[in-house]
Structures are given as structure tokens and as C-alpha cells.
């Protein structure tokens, strides 16, 4: 049932305060999990991250029980699917963490504590982002347009991307208006020094590349929400459904990453999928300011049939030397 319908395009869900436990619960039992392993570091291997994966994938899943038990069907699919979207649009934010972790020679020993730092501030800021969006999308219905059009513009450069494959290098991050605006702000040791995210340097306090490289992972993350969080609110605008979801799907994104550096070249045709549904998310905030209201069994069935076949050709198809990149096209 729903608490509220503010209009037909923006309602929320009567949501009993266990379920907000069991979402704080996850976090809690995160952190304890991190901080154990955490206080010795190691290289992760592509078992032990396949293993974790597939935990907190499970986990992500078994939390649509009991939204399916206390809040409805219909908020079930909004959060397998807004789930499903965040996970597919963070593999974007997985290669450019990658890319930084190259550019600056980051030890194989301190990413999963980088990744860690970037979660937690990941999971602060995009509830402000959602927070934020609900509130707008309920006092402005034609917020929705504006939405949309990030949306589009996210889906032709996604397209684009598609079309050369990823391009960026280890100069062009260090080249990157967000790395030089950090180091115009802030002193930058170029040394690691332990787990200090700051060093005294000649009587000097200055940031070390750790605190410089946690300050640009959550920069990048802020510029990636400016779509994610937008595609998230089109399948639910309920703060618990976008909100839960996001979070479910961003503790899983640190193990993801470790997985992701193996297989993400055999999934090549998942960037043609994003960019056409982001494309048909997009169109679906912009129809709803003018009236043309899609239902959302027809959406999420669009949606999942769309990341399907990102899936199926990527594995029926793997891709040929014409088309890959360096790396994959030397194998």
C-alpha cells in the first residue's frame, strides 16, 4: 500500500521500521566485517573476491524477501531493479577506480582499504543525493525533465563509449580537472606514509597520496551519482527502495572490484546495454512530467530484458581482435 501519492509520479511505501534496522544492520555488520580484515593488509585474490561477491550478491537478494513480505510486489521489483542498475552503472565507476589505482602506482595491499574509505562516503553522500531528489521530484514534477535530460546525455556518452571502448589512460586521470583542483587545494605529499591520509613533510602538514587518492575516489563517485542517483529515483521514487538499494549495491562494489578486473573484458557488450537503458529510463522521467505514464511492470520488464541481453550477447559473442582493446586483442 502507500503512505502517500504526491502525484503519479512521485509516492512512497508504508515501510515498518524493522526493515530501516535490517538496512543499518547490513552496515553495521559491513564495517565489523572490514575492520577485522583490515587489520592486516593483503592482496586480495580472484577467489577469495569471487567468494565475497557472490555474499554479498545473496545478500542483496535475500533482502527482496522480506520487502515482498511487508511492503508489496510492486516495491520488490523497484528494488531488484533499481539494485540491478546501480550494480551495472558502478562497472563504469569500477574502471576508473582501476585507472587511478594505476596511475599513482597504488600498492595491491592498500586498495581494498582504499575502497573501503570510498564506500563509506559513497553510502553518506548518495543518501543526501536521494534525499535530496525525492524532496525535488515531490515539490517539482518537472524536475523530472531535467532528470531525464542527464539521463539522455549520460546514454549518448555511454553510447559513445560503447562505441570506442574505454580510452582513458593513467595521464589522463592525473591530467583530470578533479586531481588538479585536490592539489591546488591541498598540499600533496607524492609518497604513501603507512595508513596517514596527512604527513609532516619539512614542518609542513600535507595530505599524503593516500588521503589525495580516498579525496579523489569520493570526488569520482559524486560525479558518477549525478546519473546513478537520477536512474535509481526513475524505477522508485521511495527514499527506502532507492536508498536500500544503493547501499546493498555498493557494499558488494569492493569485492566487485577485484572480480571486475579479470572478467570486465568479457562483458563488452554490457556498454551498449547501459547506454540504452539509460536512454529508455531517461525517456520515462521526461514522459512523466507530460502525462504519459509508464506502467512499471512494463519498465522493469524493459530493463532486465535489456541488462539480459548485454549478458547473453557478451558471452554468445565474445569479443573479436576487431573490436578490443589492446590488452584482450594480444590474448
Known sequence: M????????????????FMYAIVVAALVIYAIIEAINMRTDHVIGFKEAVRWSVVYVSAALLFAIPIYVFIGTQATGEYLGAWAIEKALSLDNLFVISLIFASFRVPAKFQRRMLNYGIAGAIFFRLLFILAGVELLKRFEWIGIIFGLILIRAAWNAYKEARRGHDESEED???????????RIFPVHPEFDGHKFTTIVNGKRMLTMMGAIVILIECTD??????????????????????????????????????????SSKFWALNWALAAILAWIGFKMIAAPLGLHI?????????????????????????????????????
Request: glycine residues 4%; neutral net charge.
Open 173 to 183: 586521470i592525473k591530467n583530470s580537472k578533479l586531481w588538479k583542483g585536490i592539489t
Open 295 to 331: 506502467p512499471i511492470g512494463i519498465s522493469l520488464t524493459i530493463l532486465f530484458l535489456l541488462l539480459s541481453a548485454g549478458l547473453f550477447v557478451s558471452l554468445k559473442w565474445p569479443h573479436d581482435s576487431d573490436n578490443v582493446t589492446t590488452d584482450t586483442a594480444g590474448k
Open 2 to 17: 502507500f503512505a502517500s501519492a504526491q502525484s503519479a509520479a512521485v509516492y512512497s511505501y508504508d515501510v515498518p521500521w
Open 222 to 263: 559524486i560525479v558518477f551519482a549525478v546519473d546513478s542517483v537520477p536512474a535509481v529515483l526513475a524505477i522508485s521514487p521511495d527514499r527506502f527502495i532507492a536508498y536500500s538499494s544503493n547501499v546493498f549495491a555498493l557494499l558488494g562494489l569492493r569485492a566487485l572490484f577485484f572480480v571486475y578486473q579479470s572478467v
